[in-house]
């Protein structure tokens, strides 16, 4: 049967195809369909979804997609409660409820030393992926260029392609993850209109120091260029403090500050984050944000505004990821995988070369099927798939479940 939805896409009557072959059999329903052609041809399922049905057909604890396996503050659940049985379910202000864009300029100011005005500098999004995508398709031209230092998240390039831009790959350094900067100068064009930059990061675990930060900041002095600072994992933070772009003004004043409500209070399926950035700025990012989400849903914010007026819920969360991260290393160092610096975020990475010389996507499937723990391979967030032998471990999980893992993985 024919959808009624799809009905409504059919073209007028009279002119529709006949419902039929010429050979008089019916049409199949896909025949009816005008052909696509992608906007995003080289996006398929991910390594993420395909890892993760893997861990879950053989029974592997998944230590692959970065989600927390706890659950949040039952404070936090109350807080969105009382919005919602309180009638706070209507539409809210484009930019974002009050309170919370109020709460993280606080935030902002309080931590980085940079006060965001929250009426026209702080806008809340449905997560970072769509503010980065806003962003992105705010800020960047058709024919623009916009350097991504891989590796890197997933969601970048094809941000950057809907833009009609182009996305130059420039590696962090092999080993280390520092930012390469002679490579990130010769890269930078009189086309180059953006710069992704994303510390603590996503794969590595490495951190910017402060000296990154004013390196960058003196290479782009020079250019029209902007930061895109994806700061999603900016709680969690081990040795020192995190260099936001919002404590360098030099570097704030050219950047879009994104972080994700959903990694610092364990609620990923959320998706709630904000975007910080000058008003000029904000200005633009806010034309698209309109019409592409207009409005995040209302109780949700409500909830974080109440849950966040109590620092200590995002001050607290260095410790609480440094005794996971210190325990999941400690199991590590009892087996033949090599744990790499792990300065930030949730994630781990491993040199599985004392192990095996597979190719890291075989050595993933291989640990998930064989050994019962899912990886990713660090080649996936390479858009030129390097390969260094280096699998990414996900340690934001309860303690059983990391030692569950570690007891698999000692029989390497
Ligand atoms: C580096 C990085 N940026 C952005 C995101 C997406 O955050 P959100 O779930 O808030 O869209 C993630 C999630 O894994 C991430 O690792």
Not at 83 to 93: D, K, S, T
Not at 325 to 348: I, M, N, S, V
Not at 359 to 376: H, K, Q, S, Y
Not at 398 to 406: F, G, R, Y
Request: contains cysteine; aromatic residues 8%.
């Amino acid at each position: 049967m024919v959808p009624p939805q799809s009905l409504r896409s059919l073209p007028p009557e009279g002119a529709r195809p006949a419902l039929g072959r010429p050979g008089g059999g019916p049409a199949a329903f896909a025949d009816l369909t005008p052909a696509v052609e992608s906007r995003l041809p080289q996006v398929g399922t991910t390594i993420f979804t395909v890892m993760s049905a893997l861990a879950q057909q053989h029974g592997a604890v998944n230590l692959g997609q970065g989600f927390p396996d706890f659950d949040c503050d039952p404070r936090l659940l109350d807080a969105v409660d009382a919005a919602m049985r309180g009638g706070l379910n209507q539409y809210p202000p484009m930019a974002g409820v009050p309170a919370l864009r109020e709460r993280v300029a606080e935030k902002m100011a309080a931590l980085y030393g940079h006060r965001y005005d929250p009426a026209t500098e702080v806008t809340i999004t449905a997560g970072a992926t769509q503010a980065i995508l806003t962003a992105i398709l705010a800020l960047i031209h058709p024919g623009d260029e916009v350097i991504v230092l891989d590796p890197s998240y997933d969601s970048y390039d094809p941000s950057i392609v809907l833009a009609g831009a182009t996305p130059v790959h420039v590696p962090l350094t092999p080993g280390s993850f520092a930012p390469d900067f002679d490579r990130i100068a010769a890269a930078l064009t009189p086309r180059t209109r953006a710069v992704v930059v994303n510390s603590p990061h996503n794969p590595s675990g490495t951190c910017w120091s402060e000296d990154d930060m004013l390196r960058l900041a003196e290479l782009l002095r020079p250019t029209g260029a902007f930061v895109i600072s994806d700061e999603v994992y900016e709680h969690m933070v081990f040795d020192g403090e995190h260099q936001s772009v919002a404590r360098h003004p030099e570097l704030a004043a050219r950047s879009v500050v994104v972080s994700s409500f959903g990694k610092t209070y364990h609620v990923t399926g959320w998706k709630v984050g904000y975007a910080a950035a000058p008003a000029a700025l904000s200005a633009e990012f806010r034309k698209v944000h309109q019409f592409n989400v207009f409005t995040v849903n209302t109780p949700m914010q409500h909830g974080i505004a109440a849950f966040m007026a109590e620092p200590s819920h995002h001050l607290g969360l260095p410790a609480f990821y440094r005794a996971k991260r210190d325990f999941f290393r400690a199991g590590l160092a009892k087996t033949r995988l090599r744990a790499l610096p792990c300065q930030g975020t949730y994630f781990q990475c491993v040199d599985y070369s004392a192990v095996s010389d597979k190719p890291e996507a075989d050595f993933c499937r291989w640990l998930t099927t064989e050994i019962g723990v899912a990886a990713i391979p660090l080649s996936a967030f390479y858009a030129d798939a390097f390969e260094q032998r280096i699998a990414r471990f996900c340690f934001g999980k309860k303690d059983e479940t990391l030692a569950l893992a570690l007891d698999r993985l000692a029989s390497l």
